[in-house]
C-alpha cells in the first residue's frame, strides 16, 4: 500500500521510542522533470522545522529554479569548474592533467548526459570498462577523484543539483599496490656519500637530498645566495615547477610556504667545494650552457648516476631521501620536536613573514643540526 510519502503529500511525525525519541522524522518522495524520484527522510529537533522543509519539498522550490535554469550537462559542468574554479585553487599542471584523463576517457560517456540522470550502476559499468580496457590504475583512480570532485561541486556549493543528492562517481575502486619507499639506515648514507666514484658535485646533491630532506624542485632551483654557511641555514624560498604546457619555471616551494632548512656541518663540508666562486644568484646545479636549473630529466639521469656510484638500492628515488631524512629525525633524534621538524621539511612554515621576521637560528634549530651530525659521527665509528 502507498503511503502519503508516495502521494506527494508527505509526512512529519514524531518518533516515540529510541536514541532520536522527541524529534520529527519528515518522508517525502520528490521526482524531478528527468523522471528521477528520490526517496527524502530527514529528521529534525522540532515540529516546526520539519514542516517548514515538507512545505518546501511540496513547492519543490529548489528542482523548480534547477529546471528553470537549464539542467546542464555533465561535460558542461566539468569544464566550467576546469575554467572557472579550480584555477583558484589548483596549480594550473593540476587542472590540464584532469582535464587531459577526462577528455582521453571519461567525455565521451557523460559529457552529453544531465548531472541528474548519471545512474551509478551506469558509473560502476563505466570503471570496469576502464580496467577491462587495460586503463592503469593509477590513472583510474585519479580520473575518478576528478569526476568525484566535479560532482561534488555540483551538490555544493554551487547547487546544480539538489542538496540531499548522492554522488554516483562514489563507488569503490580498487587501490594499487603502494610501492614500498626505501629508507637507509645512517651507516648506509655514511656509506654512499662516502663513494669514492662520487664527485663533488654529485657528491653534494646527494647530501643536499639526505641530510636537508630537500624536494626534488627545491634542490632545482638551489642558488648560492640561499645558503647561510655562518648561521647552517638554507632558505627554501622557491622551487622549480611545472607550468601547464609542462615548461619549467620557478616559484615559490610547495604550498607557498617559504622556510629555513638546517644545514648540519656534515652537509656545509659537502657543499663548500661546490660553492667555492659562485656568485648570489649562480644555480648550485646549472645547466651546462647558462645559468638556469637543469631540465628535469637531466637531473633524473644524474640521480640515477648517482645511485649506481654512491651503490644505493636500484629503486631508490630522490623522495625516498627526504622520507629517510624524516625517518631519522623522528626515530633516532627524540631531542628534536615535531615542530621544529615540520618547520624544517616544509609541513607547517606559516609563510614569508614568519622566516623574515624571526631569528635565524633557535635552539631548537641547533639542536637538529647536532642531532644530524651525530648520526653521522655514530655511523662512522661502528
Not at 577526462?102 to 548519471?118: D, H, Q, V
Not at 577523484?145 to 562514489?170: D, E, H, K, T
Not at 631531542?335 to 621539511?345: D, F, G, I, Q
Amino acid at each position: 500500500m502507498a503511503s502519503r510519502s508516495d502521494h506527494r503529500e508527505g509526512s512529519c511525525r514524531q518518533i516515540i521510542t529510541g536514541r532520536l525519541s522527541g524529534k520529527w522524522r519528515v518522508q517525502f518522495t520528490l521526482e524531478v522533470e528527468s523522471g528521477v524520484k528520490k526517496r527524502i527522510s530527514r529528521i529534525f529537533p522540532t515540529q516546526k522545522e520539519g514542516k517548514d522543509f515538507l512545505r518546501s519539498l511540496k513547492r519543490s522550490d529548489q528542482v523548480a529554479a534547477i529546471v528553470k535554469a537549464k539542467e546542464k550537462t555533465f561535460g558542461e559542468w566539468f569544464m566550467w569548474l576546469a575554467e572557472h574554479d579550480w584555477p583558484e585553487s589548483l596549480d594550473p599542471k593540476t587542472i590540464r592533467d584532469r582535464v587531459s584523463r577526462y577528455k582521453k576517457y571519461a567525455a565521451s560517456r557523460w559529457a552529453g548526459i544531465p548531472l541528474t540522470k548519471i545512474d551509478p550502476i551506469d558509473v560502476k559499468a563505466f570503471y570496469k570498462k576502464l580496467a577491462d580496457d587495460g586503463v592503469g590504475e593509477h590513472t583510474r583512480i585519479a580520473l575518478k577523484a576528478g569526476l568525484v570532485r566535479a560532482f561534488n561541486q555540483a551538490i555544493s556549493p554551487y547547487r546544480q543539483v539538489p542538496y540531499f543528492w548522492s554522488n554516483p562517481f562514489c563507488l569503490d575502486m580498487p587501490a594499487p599496490e603502494r610501492r614500498k619507499a626505501v629508507a637507509l639506515t645512517p651507516d648506509e648514507a655514511r656509506k654512499a656519500l662516502a663513494a669514492p666514484k662520487l664527485d663533488d658535485g654529485r657528491r653534494a646533491m646527494l647530501g643536499v637530498f639526505l641530510l636537508a630532506g630537500l624536494r626534488l624542485g627545491e634542490q632545482m632551483a638551489l642558488t648560492r645566495g640561499q645558503l647561510d654557511m655562518e648561521n647552517g641555514l638554507i632558505l627554501i624560498d622557491r622551487a622549480v615547477k611545472l607550468d601547464e604546457k609542462s615548461a619549467q619555471e620557478v616559484g615559490l616551494p610547495k604550498g607557498g610556504k617559504v622556510r629555513h632548512a638546517v644545514m648540519c656541518d656534515t652537509l656545509k663540508g659537502l657543499l663548500e667545494p661546490v660553492i667555492e666562486g659562485l656568485e648570489a644568484n649562480d644555480y648550485l646545479w646549472p645547466q651546462a650552457s647558462e645559468n638556469k636549473p637543469r631540465m628535469k630529466t637531466l637531473v633524473y639521469a644524474t640521480w640515477r648516476r648517482i645511485r649506481t656510484e654512491a651503490g644505493l638500492p636500484g629503486d631508490m628515488s630522490p623522495h625516498d631521501c627526504r622520507l629517510t631524512h624524516i625517518n631519522w629525525i623522528e626515530k633516532l633524534c627524540p631531542e628534536v620536536s615535531a615542530t621544529t621538524l615540520k618547520e624544517h621539511v616544509g609541513h607547517s612554515a606559516e609563510g614569508v613573514t614568519e622566516v623574515n621576521y624571526t631569528r635565524p637560528i633557535s635552539p631548537s634549530q641547533a639542536n637538529l643540526r647536532s642531532a644530524l651530525d651525530r648520526l653521522i659521527e655514530i655511523a662512522e665509528k661502528d
